[in-house]
């Protein structure tokens, strides 16, 4: 797909200066960008590139005031970073409406029911009594189990395995190779010391926009449902135990894991590598930091958490600069205690 | 599938109280669950749900004395709780034995051998010299490579990948996404300052009654093999490297991880996110806790760990709580500091 | 595949002591091969083994004195370990060059250009407009997007996948189950609390001998490239967020994480469990131990640092010795209070 430089102004409400006829075909950073491409430039920090970009056009504020020439087109707009987001959005958007119609072979069960615009990819697998909504993307080796429920225009992408019952709302995105709905880990331990296998009979619900990273793993409750609220955006290789929920708009980095019957509040950050531990509470707002291990609930809201376990992170970092000291602090108390010795006490100066 | 109540209570060996006719299709919690389900009451706290309740029918103790009418069936047990899970399994039973034959496109090596119940989902590929015993279940987009032998009654869930010459035994279950028999991270430093692989030749052996999480991954044994002993639960996105061996009945919480030759032994806990280095022995009915990390072999049993590196459960916390108070207790030593300057030794009176 | 004691021998430029003619199928560690196996002997502490083995073949050293009779063929060799590595080598080279030619069904789109010696697993996808080198091999249920560039004599294990665009270099490894080119996790948050994602059109590069492991996730940038750099190896479930850079011959070890933008220098060792924040710079041959968390850019090459925030190991450890006593250093600290109290100031006395 090419565009002219007036043809992207255009879209964006944008006026070009300078050639409006040249074709751009990409999308790349001012300093790196080479013909054909558009850029932008929102921080002026990075002004000096404007002046040296091989960059075909670039996008730029109203207020701009140019301090030498430029080899380059501009479009100028009231907010150059939130156009050049829009641009990446329609970009997006063209790209992956091209993927309709059937890769053979795939499987598909007959009693499966879907909206228009569906796409299947090679290898794909869709099981019995599925209902797909419009516009639903299921990319190659990817695995839709029995009666799973997925909204319009929801992607399911590479090898993702969604199990059976598990119900996705619209517009939500499943990476490659993540798992959706795999059995909780219970096990009761029994007299002889194994354990015996508690079955998972839950599901998983992912309300709407919810996206889920590559090689995730978002278990079934025992009964009733992991519930994943509208908005959540899990990166890659998290784990999310049996009858958890997430509350709306909240967000958590990779490689975190949330164990059992644990429910996050609202719009919370958990960062990388953060570990919850099962049955708590988390109220909304409730930042996370990376490698913070939580133990216990969290009432109120807009908290700011780290440590393992964890505590409130000012109060963290106070303490840990004291720990990198300690092997001085240990010294000053042992001088300390060496010369107490070396005082005597007033009875035994009287 | 439907039952009636009094085939419940029959299959449960319990009575019923109101009608045994009504038919029950699902469980679900008692403050949850609607016409059609069938639940249980064990924990008196949640006795005023019974009273309240929807569902059909619900699982109680012989014992319970009711003290106000209830709108839903009563089947009076021994032990609600253990017949309530009974029924847990049951149900599963009856949803995993429903599948069995062959979805077509799959593969399957024509030197494959296997019992009778096989089933083989769509896309699933089984490789030249498998043997796999009798109700082996193999669903879609599974791989099992060349010379992989599989004990009966285990079910492999879909995109699970067993690499060649891997041994499974049987009543096992390899959840979706999981990797048995990756090569081991190997690799021999070189002079010029990079790496040459070091091959790994060695498998997998998984015995009876193992279970392994979506997503983790089994390294293969450099030579050898690594081995899972009977019985041991393995959650989702955990690591175990090449040549480890997890003792019986040992059960590892997801995104936990083992590194190389490690040894660990029977009927240990690992938490969530724990790490043990390589070349350890941990001994039996060691409990690690979250996040710990372990760098020193454990000797004596049944001890609680955590902190990284990691030491035992009740110093570390009694340590974490004066952290905790660090800032505090250096001010309280600077003061001391202070105090001690203005007070002369005892020398300076004389 | 059999060898006898004399083509092996000769394949080592050693020399053979007893029969030559005997046949070895596998190989195995000296105190468990059995007979049919080849096995070395470097370590003299292990030499006891030598005199009791049930190895067809041992490669010792041309030095070795017997100290008794021996029940196996020896093959003298200069340095036995290193010999071995290289039977290793080549048994693993005969192994993996077995796999050529296209199992049926698989999709490879008409527009893929590819040398020779592909493989293709059955249920493999290849995405329009990839070109192959020689000798690629894509194992089954593997997944290659559209415009995929892979180099020679790279293999693509069972159920990776590669997102369209991707370039690998010539002689890597992608293990069962990784994903490369997964969307970075870019969301800007909207004034309701929800977030809009940013969409990420940058792609993966990998360059030559790089080892990506099993169920890992390496994320495609916002624009331009993440690059994984030569030589560069990863291990199982290790998380790489876009626009990340991994410096030439760098190791990350299992579970891992890097965030964000951060650039790895060259020849850096991150050990398990690591996790280093967005943004930052890690010199040249920094080590990172296990569980340790990044949170600052390191300037200087060769630093060694743990903790969370990590520094430097040596200190930290110094720390934490005294944090195992924070206990009783506490209780010390009590007790000079105690003790000054008593004790009257100076001028108390006069």
Not at 142 to 152: H, K, L, P, R, S
């Amino acid at each position: 797909m090419k565009f002219t430089v007036a043809q992207i102004a255009h879209l964006l409400g944008g006026t070009v200066e300078g050639s409006g006829e040249q074709e751009v075909h990409t999308l790349g950073k001012i300093e790196e960008a080479g013909p054909g491409s558009i850029s932008f430039l929102a921080n002026p920090k990075y002004e000096a590139h404007l002046y040296t970009t091989r960059a075909t056009a670039v996008i730029v504020s109203r207020e701009l005031e140019l301090k030498k020439g430029v080899h380059t087109s501009l479009i100028r707009v009231e907010d150059p970073y939130s156009s050049f987001t829009r641009l990446l959005e329609e970009y997006h958007r063209m790209l992956s409406f091209q993927k309709t119609g059937t890769e053979d072979p795939c499987f598909m069960h007959q009693s499966v029911s879907h909206g228009e615009g569906l796409y299947r990819g090679a290898f794909s697998y869709i099981g019995a009594g599925s209902k797909l909504g419009k516009g639903v993307k299921i990319y190659p080796n990817a695995y839709i189990g029995e009666n799973v429920v997925i909204g319009d225009n929801t992607i399911i992408l590479a090898g993702a395995k969604i199990y059976p019952d598990t119900k996705i709302g619209s517009n939500c995105t499943i990476h490659a190779g993540a798992v959706v709905g795999s059995d909780g880990f219970g096990f009761a331990p029994q007299p002889d010391g194994s354990y015996k296998t508690i079955p998972q009979l839950g599901n998983v619900v992912l309300e709407d926009w919810v996206s889920i990273g590559a090689n995730a793993a978002i278990d079934c409750a025992t009964m009733g449902s992991t519930i994943i609220r509208k908005g959540v955006k899990i990166d890659n290789l998290v784990q999310v135990a049996h009858n958890v929920e997430i509350g709306e708009n909240t967000v958590i980095a990779a490689q975190s894991g949330v164990a059992g019957s644990t429910k996050i509040g609202r719009s919370c950050i958990l960062a990388g590598q953060v570990g919850v531990i099962g049955h708590l509470q988390i109220a909304d707002k409730t930042t996370i930091a990376a490698q913070a291990g939580v133990g216990k609930s969290i009432k109120q809201e807009g908290k700011v958490l780290i440590g393992s376990p964890a505590f409130e992170r000012d109060d963290y970092l106070k303490s840990y600069v004291v720990f990198k000291n300690l092997p001085d602090l240990d010294k000053r108390l042992k001088q300390l205690e060496e010369k107490i010795i070396n005082l005597r006490s007033p009875d035994e100066h009287s």
